[in-house]
T-cell receptor, first 112, second 115 residues
Framework: GENVEQHPSTLSVQEGDSAVIKCTYS??????FPWYKQELGKGPQLIID?????GEKKDQRIAVTLNKTAKHFSLHITETQPEDSAVYFC???????????FGDGTTLTVKP | GAGVSQTPSNKVTEKGKYVELRCDPI?????LYWYRQSLGQGPEFLIY????????DSGLPNDRFFAVRPEGSVSTLKIQRTERGDSAVYLC?????????????FGPGTRLLVL
């Protein structure tokens, strides 16, 4: 089955700096890669996603890159703000199979 | 429009008891997923429904776990003879129809504590 590894497990940055979180996956059949933000006591919320036919996607301060050959994808947050502090999860999914495999999360702390 | 809702938000039970956790998906979403999240880890897939049927139940850890979705909307996750190791947050998610419409919307979860 699919195996997703995520790092770092914790990341602390100064407000205004950039943050990068990286994930690798093992199953070449995975074709959809969402990123979720989870705040304390809440369920994960989708913040950006990328499909396997695209190398990069950007939405305001958030961008995701995908390298299918190397089987890794990354989340980039620029101009970080204290409200970006949360746990971020990557996931990999084969849309023909339905189930997602998640990384173990990155706790991002943005210091004002 | 309401999102995914889950009840109860918290459940404390004793080892050996039976529990039911409920999920109300977004109206019109045909795909529904259950995950279990232990402290410090990502959600772990349990089961995926497409309509009323379980399309993939490969994540259910053993036969003490069972889930139903009789009318293709609300789903109930049932755990028999609970064990302390079952303590976790149980998350439900729904998507429009699975497959290419795969964006999953998560509920807030049910925090289960087995004493």
């Amino acid at each position: 089955g699919e195996n997703v590894e995520q790092h770092p497990s914790t990341l602390s940055v100064q407000e205004g700096d950039s943050a990068v979180i990286k994930c690798t996956y093992s199953d070449s059949a995975s074709n959809y890669f969402p990123w979720y933000k989870q705040e304390l006591g809440k369920g994960p919320q989708l913040i950006i996603d990328i499909r396997s036919n695209v190398g990069e996607k950007k939405d305001q301060r958030i961008a995701v890159t995908l390298n299918k050959t190397a089987k890794h994808f990354s989340l980039h947050i620029t101009e970080t703000q204290p409200e970006d502090s949360a746990v971020y999860f990557c996931a990999a999914l084969n849309t023909n199979a339905g189930k997602s495999t998640f990384g173990d999360g990155t706790t991002l702390t943005v210091k004002p | 429009g309401a999102g995914v809702s889950q009840t109860p938000s918290n459940k404390v039970t004793e080892k050996g008891k039976y529990v039911e956790l409920r999920c109300d998906p977004i109206s019109g979403h045909t795909a529904l997923y259950w995950y279990r999240q232990s402290l410090g880890q990502g959600p772990e897939f349990l089961i995926y429904f497409q309509g009323t049927g379980a399309a993939d139940d490969s994540g259910l850890p053993n036969d003490r776990f069972f889930a139903v979705r009789p009318e293709g909307s609300v789903s109930t996750l049932k755990i028999q003879r609970t064990e302390r190791g079952d303590s976790a947050v149980y998350l439900c998610a729904s998507s429009l129809n699975g497959g290419d419409q795969e964006t999953q919307y998560f509920g807030p979860g049910t925090r289960l504590l087995v004493l």
